[in-house]
C-alpha cells in the first residue's frame, strides 16, 4: 500500500496547505519519508462538514448492514499483512510481537462491536404501552431509544499506535455507535495512521455508505486539535494521552455555546497492594512478575504499576531484594520518542532526588537510542502520603516501592490517591480480613479491582472497565474498553404518542431489526414470543 503523506477526507486523499511533518525512528532518531502535509483549520472545516452530511444516513443503519461494516475494517487491516507491523515498528520502536497483538485486538474488537450491533441491546429500546383506561389520568404511549450523538473527534494514542488509535477502541465503539469520526492522527506514528485509514476508507466505500463517515486528518497537534474540539460539528471527543493536553481539550469543550461531553483518559499509577500472605511463597517469582508488568514495552502502558505498597519487616526486606535484583538483569527498551524519553528521565531523576526515597534497584541503558535504565525506587508509607512529588506519574519504566506496616496505613493511603484506572491486591486466603476493608476505599478510586494478577493487559469484552474517576479519566462513569464504551456516544430521546408510521424501526410495535425490547419493564426477547407460538402449535 502506498503512503501518500496526505490526509484522508471522506476518501479523498488532501494535500495540507501547512507544514511538513516527519516521523522518527526513535531507535535511531532517524528521519522516516514521507513528509505529511498538515492541514490547515479551514481546510479541517471540510473533514466536520463530510462527517455531519454523514450522520443522518450512518444513525440509522440497518443492523446488518452496519454489523458488516466494521467486520469489512477488521478484514482490510489484516489484508494490509506485515507491511503495517514493519512501518508501525519503525515509526514506534515496538517489538513486532508486540504490534502483532495489537493489530489483533484491534480487529478483534471491531468484530465484537459488529456482534453487538447485531444483537442491538445498545439501543435500549423500552416501551411503555398506552393506558387510556387508566384512572385516575390515563398514560399515553411513550417509547424511548438510544440515539447516535452525532460526529465524534478522536484523538491517536502515542502508545497504541494500532489499539487506540485510528481503527482503535474510540474509533471503533463511536463508529459501532452509528457515530461518524474525524481521526486526528499521531504524529509521531503518521504512516501506521494513514495504512489503517486507507482500510476504513476502504469498508466505508465498499459497505456504500456515505463517505463523510471517516476522515483522517494530519495537523500540529495543540492548534488543529483544539480547532477540532471547537468545530461545531463534532458533539463528542474521544482522548487518550496526557493529563494536560487532555485538560485543554475539557476546557475548549466546556467553553464552547454547545459544550460537549470528552471522555479522555490521562493518567495513572495503578498500585499494588502485597499482603503479607502474598510474601510467604516464591518471593523471587513475585518480584519478576512485578517488574516484568512495570518493564513491558518500556513502561509505556497506562495500566503500568507505577506504585507498589508492600510490608515493613523481614519478609518485606526479602521481596525488595528480590526485585532489585529482578530490575538489574534488565535492559532498557526503546521508547516511543525521544521526547518521551525526556520526560521519563526528567520524572526519574525528580523521583530519585526526592527526600527520603531511595533507589530499589536498576537496570542498565538499552542498546538503542531513548532506551534508558530502568528503575525502581522505595520509600515509607509516611513519606508517600506527605509528599506530593511521590504521587506524580512517570510515563515509562519506572515504579515506586512504599513500606507499610498496618492495613490502616494502607486504607489511609488509599484515601489519599487521586483517581486511578486500577488498582491490584497480591493476597492469600488469610490476608482476607485485612484486604476487606481495603476494597471500599478502591471503589472510590479506581475502576477495576483486581486480585492476584496485574494490571496490565486489559481484555477486551463485556464486564471490562477502562476507566476511573479523575485524572484517570474525565468521566468517572464510563470506559473506554469493552462494548460499554460504545455507550459513551448515545443519549436517549423518548417518543410519545407517535403512530407506527412515524416511529423509528426499532421502536414499530413488528420489531422489524429483532431487538431485545424492555416493554411494561419487563425484558422481552427478540423472536421468544413467535418461538413459543409455534412450539404451541406443534404441540397442539
Known amino acids: 500500500m502506498t503512503l501518500t503523506g496526505r490526509s484522508l477526507i471522506a476518501g479523498q486523499a488532501v494535500a495540507g496547505d501547512g507544514k511538513t511533518a516527519y516521523?522518527?525512528?526513535?531507535?535511531?532518531?532517524?528521519?522516516?519519508?514521507?513528509?505529511?502535509?498538515?492541514?490547515?483549520?479551514?481546510?479541517?472545516?471540510?473533514?466536520?462538514?463530510?462527517?455531519?452530511?454523514?450522520?443522518p444516513s450512518f444513525s440509522t443503519l440497518d443492523p446488518e448492514t452496519h454489523a458488516r461494516f466494521l467486520e469489512a475494517i477488521a478484514e482490510n487491516i489484516e489484508a494490509i499483512g506485515e507491511e503495517?507491523?514493519?512501518?508501525?515498528?519503525?515509526?514506534?520502536?515496538?517489538?513486532?510481537?508486540?504490534?502483532?497483538?495489537?493489530?489483533?485486538?484491534?480487529?478483534?474488537?471491531?468484530?465484537?462491536?459488529?456482534?453487538?450491533?447485531?444483537?442491538?441491546?445498545?439501543?435500549?429500546?423500552?416501551?411503555?404501552?398506552?393506558?387510556?383506561?387508566?384512572?385516575?389520568?390515563?398514560?399515553?404511549?411513550?417509547?424511548?431509544?438510544?440515539?447516535?450523538?452525532?460526529?465524534?473527534?478522536?484523538?491517536?494514542?502515542?502508545?497504541?499506535?494500532?489499539?487506540?488509535?485510528?481503527?482503535?477502541?474510540?474509533?471503533?465503539?463511536?463508529?459501532?455507535?452509528?457515530?461518524?469520526?474525524?481521526?486526528?492522527?499521531?504524529?509521531?506514528?503518521?504512516?501506521t495512521g494513514e495504512l489503517v485509514g486507507q482500510a476504513i476508507a476502504t469498508a466505508v466505500r465498499d459497505t456504500g455508505l456515505h463517505p463523510g463517515v471517516f476522515s483522517l486528518i494530519y495537523g500540529p497537534g495543540s492548534s488543529i486539535g483544539q480547532a477540532l474540539v471547537a468545530d461545531p460539528a463534532i458533539k463528542a471527543v474521544g482522548f487518550t494521552g496526557s493529563q494536560s493536553a487532555g485538560i485543554a481539550l475539557m476546557r475548549t469543550a466546556a467553553a464552547r455555546p454547545e459544550p460537549i461531553p470528552v471522555y479522555a483518559e490521562m493518567s495513572s499509577l495503578n498500585p499494588v497492594f502485597v499482603f503479607p500472605g502474598a510474601l510467604e511463597g516464591d518471593v523471587d517469582a513475585l518480584a519478576r512478575q512485578y517488574v516484568t508488568a512495570v518493564t513491558g514495552s518500556s513502561g509505556q502502558l497506562c495500566t503500568s504499576p507505577g506504585l507498589l505498597f508492600a510490608p515493613a519487616g523481614a519478609a518485606g526486606d526479602a521481596f525488595a531484594a528480590a526485585v532489585g535484583r529482578a530490575v538489574s538483569s534488565c535492559a532498557g527498551?526503546?521508547?516511543?520518542?525521544?521526547?518521551?524519553?525526556?520526560?521519563?528521565?526528567?520524572?526519574?531523576?525528580?523521583?530519585?532526588?526526592?527526600?527520603?526515597?531511595?533507589?530499589?534497584?536498576?537496570?542498565?541503558?538499552?542498546?538503542?537510542?531513548?532506551a534508558p535504565a530502568p528503575a525502581i525506587f522505595g520509600t515509607s508509607v509516611?513519606?508517600?502520603?506527605?509528599?506530593?512529588?511521590?504521587?506524580?506519574?512517570?510515563?515509562?519504566?519506572?515504579?515506586?516501592?512504599?513500606?507499610?506496616?498496618?492495613?490502616?496505613?494502607?486504607?489511609?493511603?488509599?484515601?489519599?490517591?487521586?483517581?486511578?484506572?486500577?488498582?491490584?491486591?497480591?493476597?492469600?486466603?488469610?490476608?482476607?480480613?485485612?484486604?476487606?476493608?481495603?476494597?471500599?476505599?478502591?471503589?472510590?478510586?479506581?475502576?477495576?479491582?483486581?486480585?492476584?494478577?496485574?494490571?496490565?493487559?486489559?481484555?477486551?469484552?463485556?464486564?471490562?472497565v477502562h476507566g476511573g474517576p479523575f485524572p484517570a479519566t474525565s468521566d468517572t462513569r464510563t470506559t473506554s474498553v469493552g462494548t460499554l464504551a460504545i455507550n459513551r456516544f448515545l443519549r436517549p430521546v423518548a417518543y410519545?404518542?407517535?403512530?407506527?408510521?412515524?416511529?423509528?424501526?426499532?421502536?414499530?410495535?413488528?420489531?422489524?431489526?429483532?431487538?431485545?425490547?424492555?416493554?411494561?419493564?419487563?425484558?422481552?426477547?427478540?423472536?421468544?414470543?413467535?418461538?413459543?407460538?409455534?412450539?404451541?402449535?406443534?404441540?397442539?
Open 382 to 464: 509516611a513519606e508517600f502520603v506527605s509528599n506530593p512529588v511521590l504521587h506524580q506519574e512517570i510515563f515509562g519504566a519506572a515504579s515506586l516501592v512504599i513500606r507499610y506496616s498496618t492495613t490502616e496505613e494502607l486504607v489511609d493511603a488509599a484515601t489519599r490517591l487521586e483517581g486511578q484506572l486500577t488498582a491490584s491486591l497480591q493476597l492469600t486466603e488469610a490476608d482476607y480480613p485485612a484486604a476487606a476493608p481495603l476494597i471500599p476505599a478502591l471503589e472510590q478510586k479506581v475502576g477495576r479491582i483486581i486480585v492476584n494478577g496485574w494490571p496490565t493487559g486489559v481484555e477486551v469484552g463485556h464486564a471490562m
Open 333 to 370: 527498551q526503546t521508547m516511543l520518542t525521544a521526547g518521551i524519553a525526556g520526560s521519563w528521565n526528567a520524572g526519574a531523576e525528580a523521583l530519585g532526588s526526592a527526600e527520603n526515597v531511595s533507589v530499589v534497584g536498576q537496570g542498565a541503558e538499552g542498546a538503542t537510542k531513548n
Open 496 to 540: 410519545q404518542n407517535l403512530p407506527q408510521e412515524l416511529l423509528p424501526a426499532p421502536l414499530q410495535d413488528p420489531n422489524p431489526w429483532r431487538l431485545n425490547r424492555r416493554i411494561d419493564g419487563v425484558v422481552h426477547i427478540a423472536g421468544a414470543e413467535e418461538a413459543a407460538t409455534e412450539k404451541a402449535e406443534v404441540n397442539a
Open 23 to 55: 516521523a522518527f525512528n526513535p531507535a535511531t532518531n532517524s528521519q522516516l519519508e514521507p513528509g505529511y502535509t498538515l492541514l490547515t483549520e479551514d481546510q479541517l472545516k471540510d473533514a466536520t462538514a463530510a462527517a455531519a452530511a454523514a450522520y
Open 84 to 191: 503495517l507491523v514493519t512501518r508501525a515498528g519503525l515509526e514506534t520502536g515496538l517489538p513486532a510481537a508486540r504490534l502483532q497483538g495489537e493489530r489483533a485486538r484491534t480487529t478483534g474488537q471491531l468484530r465484537l462491536f459488529a456482534g453487538v450491533v447485531r444483537q442491538g441491546d445498545f439501543r435500549g429500546v423500552r416501551i411503555d404501552p398506552a393506558l387510556p383506561d387508566r384512572a385516575p389520568l390515563p398514560r399515553a404511549d411513550i417509547r424511548q431509544r438510544q440515539i447516535p450523538l452525532g460526529p465524534v473527534a478522536v484523538f491517536g494514542a502515542s502508545n497504541f499506535p494500532l489499539a487506540f488509535s485510528t481503527a482503535g477502541g474510540d474509533t471503533a465503539s463511536a463508529l459501532a455507535a452509528g457515530c461518524p469520526v474525524v481521526f486526528k492522527a499521531h504524529n509521531a506514528h503518521p504512516g
